[in-house]
């Protein structure tokens, strides 16, 4: 049979795109379905601060009246300001084991973003650099971690049959609570031993202060970055929303310079683990095992998001040890908690002192995932 593309508004005809996952995922035991409601919200103006940024269109595809796949296009004027290189992007992409799908698909995001002018095309990125990015490549035997991709083994090979390139890898570390080399354990016990610095939970009360904090280090932390766009400012105030309904203050601190902030560390409960039967909805069942597993089971593994140091340090010596103090610090308060593992994700494949930094942690790449890209035909412009 032939394959329809169809494409649906944001916010108003996107059931079949949030459905599209469970015909892809059937039978993969390792797939976790994400809340329905979440995703919606995601793809949904006036929930999702992205629309104040960018520009979606949202695609799937059928074949005998089934759904066989699906994705996304996206405009973010922010990178464009940034980068000014005409570079848009695509997400959400996932297939059955069906080249001529992938192909359909992908032609479709082409066109949408060719008619809005952009010559090169970059993805899987869901919807910004700071969600869900690349396809899964390496690690199927495990389940993704919270925000965190997960992909068929098929769907790499599907991209690269519609003439996508290998344009970035990252990495997902793996690291065992309790095990911390011990020339770690002498950094932190030597900055710990440091009067100018402490080492302070994050202040709920004050969240929009913490958050200010946090986003102004990891701004100047992350600016050099391969595709970094900093968050709006409508961003950020969704993302202190987000993280005071999840986060642990024992597991997020600042580190201070003289009562002066310095940098940040930021490890959330790995909601994928909590919610791994729920199937996607959230009910007064659901919500009522959610709050127990969070606070009173206590969940076992969590996802390192972001560890950062403002760039005036990174080349003092009296500090080169605070990174490793940060890591350490957070392991030791994982494992007070109960928690036996933890991701630390995403790094960049070629970001050499950070996944130094990591691996002499005694962490190990358990998955890997790919982003690409390629240019955009301009006889697809006028496609519909």
Not at 31 to 44: A, G, M, N, Q, Y
Not at 122 to 127: D, E, F, Q, T
Not at 193 to 215: C, F, G
Request: with cysteine.
């Amino acid at each position: 049979m032939a394959i329809e593309i169809r494409e649906h508004q944001p916010g108003r005809d996107i059931k079949p795109f949030i459905d599209a996952t469970r015909v892809v995922f059937d039978g993969d035991p390792n797939w976790v379905e994400p809340l329905s409601f979440d995703i919606k919200d995601r793809l949904t103006p006036g929930k999702n601060p992205f629309f104040g940024r960018g520009e979606l269109g949202l695609f799937t595809a059928w074949r005998d009246g089934r759904v066989v796949g699906r994705i996304s296009a996206q405009l973010d004027h922010e990178h464009l300001k940034r980068y000014g290189d005409h570079t848009g992007f695509f997400g959400f992409f996932d297939t059955i084991d069906d080249e001529e799908v992938g192909k359909a698909l992908m032609d479709a995001a082409e066109a949408w973003l060719a008619r809005r002018g952009m010559t090169n095309m970059r993805g899987p990125i869901s919807l910004t650099m700071n969600e869900e990015i690349g396809v899964l490549i390496e690690g199927f035997d495990t389940p993704p971690a919270m925000l965190m991709s997960h992909s068929r083994a098929w769907q790499d090979r599907i991209a690269l049959s519609t003439g996508l390139t290998k344009a970035k890898d990252f990495y997902a570390w793996r690291f065992e609570v309790g095990k911390i080399p011990p020339r770690a354990r002498k950094a932190w016990a030597e900055v710990k031993a440091m009067p100018e610095i402490k080492l302070r939970s994050v202040r709920l009360r004050d969240m929009s202060s913490e958050l200010s904090h946090i986003l102004r280090i990891f701004n100047d932390a992350w600016q050099n970055n391969w595709g970094y766009v900093p968050a709006t400012p409508e961003e950020a105030k969704k993302l202190g929303e987000d993280l005071k309904l999840i986060l642990d203050p024992q597991l997020a601190f600042i580190a201070e310079l003289d009562g002066r902030p310095v940098g940040m560390c930021i490890c959330l409960p790995n909601l994928n683990e909590v919610i791994r039967d729920f199937d996607g909805k959230l009910n007064p069942v659901t919500i009522a095992k959610l709050l127990w597993r969070l606070k009173v089971k206590g969940p076992k593994s969590g996802r390192l998001m972001m560890l950062g140091i403002a760039s005036e340090l990174r080349n003092v010596r009296k500090y080169a040890g605070l990174s490793h103090a940060l890591y350490v610090e957070i392991a030791m308060r994982g494992e007070k908690l109960g928690y036996e593992w933890g991701e630390l994700s995403w790094t960049l494949e070629d970001n050499r002192p950070i996944n130094l930094g990591i691996k002499s942690m005694g962490a190990h790449i358990y998955k890997k995932y790919r982003v690409y890209e390629k240019p955009i035909a301009q006889s697809t412009k006028g496609a519909t």
